[in-house]
């Protein structure tokens, strides 16, 4: 859709409106209708569909220009796919609508009435059994809600496809649950469930695109003509003419003489209501042909007949209920976006461009602008003033991911190196070098973009400027054309004047009596003994220049002297833990390869050393404190790596007894148990972080251990926690060895200090994520690895021009592994906008949703669950009630009507709401929700996308031949066959799901047993056979896992089976046994929502 274009001409209110007589179908079966042309969206400032351009390379998303109405709209050659709902070949989610719509021709006079299309007869193709009336008008009524269309020839801005419109239920859902339903009796007027023939696409200069949709009216077969009263809050009026841009419903239409019903259950067509005229509602953009089923989509209902078949007889009605595949789902908006935009590389020379969805895979160019794997944003287009901002409620927000790993693909950052003099700065707010700095004076002077200040350029500098006033040299430095790049810093950057030494690693072993028994200590000290090996290193570097120490303890600490000119390693014994001191410095951090043989010695000794240890009791405190003494004896940085069992109750400082209580859920006191129960540890982390010594902790509880206060070490640090309940070698060796290799291997910064700074106009007010803080500006991080992010909210405080726009620049200070001092820059260039609809056009629902779940997340430290859970919903629907009341044109109050691409805001918000930190079930412990809610809190956007809205694969649906992976299906109950087998992945689970009924050769290939009864439940690792299914299966499993940055243990579940329940937990759009609502009744509770704030 291109925002550029002028609409196309609206017709007058009150017309007759053109009907499609019997509802043909258009090219079903091949049989092909008069329809408009098959072009998909372009992008916001590509070509228009219908209007053969080629798009400009790089270009995406311009501002809205108006312009007046052309006189004429383009006809539509018949035979041609639509502009329009669907495109051909357009996806669609799960079972589609059986009714599609003949769209008439462009040329069709807007007053006269639709002589009927050609000579087909209309047929109804059922999907499974028919719908009600009901639901045949819901899905008339604009309910397939669509994104890009599938085969979109590769635009280069964004592909969002037309916007779709939902109306509000009537009648009462079955299992709502948690949110009420409409009474009985007030159904909403059938305006909005049956206003098909003339759906709204969105014109081409609409404000802003949305999706709208209708929620089943109730009825039989037949729709009476409405005559109940309105709800209240409901009104009708036309389609405005400046701000069309939603797909909504008309109300009903007089049906012109002649128009007869055929086929087995189609309804009728619109009637007029006696309290509202009819109005001929806008036209513009057509039909396209019905979209085909989507690949490998599990039908919900048995042996459903595809599109293209033929139609059965008719079948007993089915109970009213809103159709889940009318409402927006996440899959297709996901396989649009891949599409339209994975094909492409993304250019970021533009400004305010929306990169393509974390679940798209693409290339980036840097062209100016920090990559989004570095930084993404809530909206690419800031409002100009804070009274908009305030309007709209949508939070200004970046996640920013300073140390994200690339693709092979992709360049890292280039080193720039400025000598003595050190990067160039403005004078005034010390911002960086950047491509937005403006030269003046023939390169004598700059001024600076952020505050507007005049600086000199230094002689070494200097260059003289082009015709376009740009420097000559602008291309070969990356500060002057790159979005991201680094600066080696002088010593003025580092601490004590004086540059840093190459950090170390101290791994610290708990040998109680807990560890011993588990096998944890063995298999720990044996794998050292090779991951020492590959400790991370510099570019080509032949060795790593981390020196590592090594600690045991249980009520006492053991420091070992591992020197390399002894025979054996020494162990020294410190047990007054209240004054905890390190006795040796000389021999404590070593050089790996130069102390080899000592090492491999001790790690050989330690499992036998404790092998006998009846001790239980442990210390966690003095161990913190006893790595972080050693690295300031070293005067170095570094990491250390806590491996620990059991909560602290030894006497010592930081002891802690069990406070868990169940008895606190749903009380004002539940946020005790998210709160440490001692502020030693927040005493001990701030001391940690002025070190640069940074907690990475594996956690291996058979019991309570108050993840809450433990984890409060790594959080402030920039560490991790990893967590392995109930431990046993046999099912987790796996899982935790490889968590470990890549813990230890993956590049960190140390010692970090990280700095937004932002143009005139806005400021970073808020900071979330696993650091410290120790002033309103400064993050400081002990420790950053690639996969921790730090997410900033910025708020006004001054007017923004739309002209300028606004600037971001993350500066990142940090100590390389190999003991460099250096600055990582990021820039981004984003829109301001005087208009609601263009801030709402270039959102993110899935940076949104992270922002949201890190608010709420921290929100349950300091208020009652039940108080963060309402805030969350209040916002959501004041976002989507400002955009409704100020960029969708009038329509009844009965429809919902939902942005373009915020359309999935309201199903993955419900799974925020539902997860296990908000919403706990019975059998959730609380160091479960203490070890979310901390991990969550650094997560970055693609982690939280899939952690709160799971993937499910069918498995034996595709051939096995293939080697892409299966397209993926909604996370509910009824989207799985029980003939076949799924996987499901979050990030941090995976589940295997085998359906009763499945084929027994499956069954053999992938577990190499004869039939369902035989496998084992629980099983956590599948047999390696020699057959394509068991390899492409393993294979899938593999390339999972290694998209993610902790390693999932697969569980396999049978159906029918106890260990169903868990998995059950995660598909997510069904109702949860904790009392989270299903999507369908959620998005009615939302609706009910913005109807209040309407009204």
Known sequence: MNVNQSVPPVPPFGQPQPIYPGYHQSSYGGQSGSTAPAIPYGAYNGPVPGYQQTPPQGMSRAPPSSGAPPASTAQAPCGQAAYGQFGQGDVQNGPSSTVQMQRLPGSQPFGSPLAPVGN????????????????????????????????????????????????????????????????????????????????????????????????????????????????????FGGPSVSQPNHVSSPPPQALPPGTQMTGPLGPLPPMHS??????????????????????????????????????????????????????????????????????????????????????????????????????????????????????????????????????????????????????????????????????????????????????????QYFQHLDHTGKRVDAYDRPELSLGSYEFLATVDYCKNNKFPSPPAFI?????????????????????????????????????????????????????????????????????????????????????????????TSLLDQIPEMFADTRETETVFVPVVQAGMEALKAAECAGKLFLFHTSLPIAEAPGKLK????????????????????????????????????????????????????????????????????????????????????????????????????????????????AFYMSNTTDVELAGLDGDKTVTV??????????????????????????????????????????????????????????????????GVLNSPVKAVRDTL?????????????NCASPSSAGQLILPECMKLLPVYLNCVLKSDVLQPGAEVITDDRAYIRQLVTSMDVAETNVFFYPRLLPLTKSPIESTTEPPAVRASEERLSNGDIYLLENGLNLFLWVGASVQQGVVQSLFSVSSFSQITSGL????????????????????????????????????????EMLFKHFLVEDKSLSGGASYVDFLCHMHKEIRQLLS
């Open 120 to 235: 087909q007869p209309a047929v109804l193709q059922p999907y499974g059994p028919p719908l009600t009336s009901a639901q045949v008008t819901t899905q008339l009524s604009g309910m397939q809600i669509s994104g890009a269309v599938a085969p979109a020839p590769p635009s280069s801005g964004l592909g969002y496809g037309p916007p779709t419109s939902l109306a509000s239920a009537s009648g009462s859902f079955p299992n709502s649950g948690l949110y009420g339903s409409y009474p009985q009796g007030q159904a909403p007027p059938l305006s909005q469930a049956q206003g098909h023939p003339g759906i709204q696409t969105p014109q081409r200069s609409a404000p802003s695109q949305a999706s709208s949709f209708t929620p089943p009216a109730s009825g039989g077969p037949r729709l009476p003509s409405m005559t109940g009263p309105l709800l209240p809050g409901q009104s």
């Open 274 to 459: 006696p309290q509202q005229p009819g109005y001929q509602p806008q036209q513009n953009g057509s039909f396209g042909p019905a979209r085909g089923p989507q690949p490998n989509y599990g039908s919900p209902y048995p042996a459903a007949p595809t599109f293209g078949s033929q139609p059965g007889p008719p079948q007993p009605l089915p109970p009213k209920r809103l159709d889940p595949d009318a409402i927006p789902s996440p899959i297709q908006v996901i396989e649009d976006d891949r599409n339209n935009r994975g094909t492409e590389p993304f250019v970021t020379g533009v400004r305010g461009q929306v990169p393509p969805l974390v679940t798209t895979n693409f290339l980036v160019k840097d062209q100016g602008n920090a990559s989004p794997r570095y930084i993404r944003c809530t909206s690419y287009n800031i409002p100009c003033t804070s009274d908009m901002a305030k309007q709209a409620q949508v939070p200004l927000a970046a996640v920013i991911k300073p140390l994200a790993r690339l693709p092979p693909e992709e360049a890292s950052p280039y080193v720039v190196d400025h000598g003595e003099s050190g990067p160039l700065r403005c004078n005034r707010c010390k911002a960086y070098m950047c491509p937005f700095m403006q030269f003046i004076e023939g390169g004598r002077r700059f001024q600076c973009c952020f505050c507007s200040c005049i600086n000199d350029v230094p002689p």
């Open 507 to 599: 791994f610290m072993i708990d040998v109680s009596y807990n560890a011993i028994r588990t096998g944890l200590v063995r298999l720990l000290c044996e794998e050292l003994k090779s991951l020492l090996d590959f400790l991370p290193r510099e570019g080509g570097a032949e060795e790593s220049a981390i020196r590592v120490g090594f600690v045991t303890y249980n009520k006492v600490l053991h420091f070992y002297n591992v020197k390399n000119s002894l025979a054996q390693p020494q162990m020294m014994v410190v047990s007054d833990v209240a004054d905890m001191f390190v006795p040796l410095l000389d021999g404590f951090l070593v050089n790996v390869n130069e102390s080899r043989a000592v090492i």
């Open 658 to 769: 069990n406070r868990d209580d169940r008895k606190l859920i749903n009380t004002d006191k539940e946020k005790t148990l998210f709160q440490p129960q001692t502020g030693a540890y927040q005493t001990l982390a701030k001391e940690c972080v002025a070190q640069g010594c940074c907690v990475d902790l594996f956690l291996f509880p058979n019991q309570y251990v108050d993840v809450a206060t433990l984890s409060v070490v790594p959080q402030l640090t920039g560490g991790s926690v990893y967590k392995y309940a109930s431990f046993q070698v046999e099912n987790d060796q796996e899982r935790f060895l490889s968590d470990l290799r890549r813990d230890v291997q993956k590049i960190v910064g140390f010692d970090a200090v990280m700095r937004v700074r932002t143009s005139t106009g806005i400021r970073a007010v808020d900071f979330f994520g």
């Open 793 to 858: 909210e910025f708020k006004h405080d001054d007017r923004l021009n739309e002209e300028s726009g606004a600037l971001l620049q993350c500066a990142l200070l940090y100590t390389s592994c190999a003991g460099q001092r250096r600055l990582r820059i990021h820039n981004l260039a984003l829109n301001c906008c005087t208009q609601l609809a263009d801030l709402y056009r270039n959102c993110e629902t899935d940076t949104l949703i992270n922002y949201m779940a890190k608010f709420a997340y921290r």
């Open 873 to 885: 919903i209040t916002q959501c629907a004041q976002i989507l009630a400002c955009y409704r009341k």
């Open 1020 to 1059: 956590s690792v599948l047999p390696v056979l020699d057959n394509p299914l068991s390899k492409k299966v393993r294979g899938l499993i593999d390339s999972l896992r290694a998209q993610r940055s902790r390693y999932m243990k697969l569980t396999v579940v049978k159906q029918e089976d106890k260990l």
